[in-house]
């Protein structure tokens, strides 16, 4: 089997514990994610099947897009709410903050803001990740990464009650933390802020409304109907063009070779990516016109 399934990632797993069990359910050791998500979020992983590993960090690059909800006036250690509790901001100072104020602060970083990485993230320093560190009570210094807020949409400001708590959705590029974001808006304000809830509702193509429950792929496969929901892996190229090469040059393609220009009259732009084909309609893989030849990008006969 090989292809993108898109699963529904439950409160409770890891990422990778979804590989395992994906695993288990199709009887399947290649198998991968493509980017993490903490375990108290949930919504969207793409999971990669067979030949289609290869695609795991072409997905992982993609746009995204979470809802969440964060509190003001409280900070974890964590950024979120499954941390320990470091400071809560007085009555007084959530009262003096206005709703325009909330606003402000939060569009202020729609587009492109420098954020620096959470001490609990699976990123690496010197060979250990920053969440073992985290554990151990160490703290050592992380760059500022630049990531980019393609758009933020505020669905609710409730600034009543004890603990005022406000929902956005946010479309953003790889490797932005979300509730780093919560926290920045938080200092931004001057009291503090964790993230409450946090949902993946997109990546690239596949939409939280077509996820699969780990339950549901079971259930699919026993009824023998799970491969109409997996996506075939030239389908994720279905933008490029396709050519199908005669049958000549079915050897060179099957090794993996450079294609002479010569193998196909079809008008192809000098650097553009298309999909390649062998005689018999099997898709080989993703190249690119050069000056002198198409040479693969990445290929998935093998």
């Not at 609710?156 to 919560?182: D, F, H, W």
């Not at 018999?280 to 000056?291: A, L």
């Amino acid at each position: 089997m090989d292809g993108v399934i898109n699963i529904y990632k439950e409160k409770g797993y890891t990422s990778h514990d979804v590989v395992a069990k994906m695993r288990g359910i199709l009887k399947q050791r290649k198998i991968g994610h493509t980017g993490t998500l903490d375990p108290d979020a949930t919504g969207v992983l793409p999971v990669c099947i067979g030949k289609a590993t290869k695609l795991c960090d072409t997905l992982t690059d993609k746009r995204k897009t979470y809802r969440t909800t964060f509190l003001l006036g409280k900070i974890t250690d964590t950024q979120d709410i499954s941390g320990t509790v470091l400071h809560e901001a007085s009555a007084e100072q959530l009262e003096s903050i206005s709703e325009k104020q909330v606003r402000d602060a939060i569009m202020s970083f729609e587009g492109i803001y420098e954020q620096i990485p959470p001490m609990y993230s699976a990123l690496k320093v010197n060979g250990k990740r920053l969440y073992e560190l985290a554990r151990a009570g160490v703290e050592i210094e992380r760059k500022a990464r630049s990531v980019e807020l393609y758009s933020i949409i505020i669905s609710a400001i409730n600034l009543q009650g004890e603990t005022p708590e406000i929902t956005m959705e946010v479309s953003c590029s790889k490797g932005t933390y979300i509730r780093t974001l919560c926290y920045d808006i938080g200092e931004k304000l001057g009291v503090g802020a964790t993230m409450k809830t946090l949902i993946r509702t997109q990546v690239d193509r596949f939409l939280l409304q077509d996820a699969l429950y780990l339950s549901q792929v079971e259930q699919l496969r026993d009824a023998g109907s799970l491969e109409q929901y997996i996506i075939p892996i030239d389908e994720m190229f279905h933008t490029y063009s396709k050519i199908m090469l005669h049958e000549n040059w079915d050897k060179p393609l099957h090794n993996g070779n450079r294609i002479p220009l010569e193998a196909t009259d079809e008008e192809i732009e000098q650097g553009e990516q298309i999909r390649v084909y062998d005689s018999d309609n099997h898709f080989i893989g993703v190249y690119e016109k050069t000056s002198v030849c198409f040479s693969p990008v990445k290929i998935f006969f093998a």
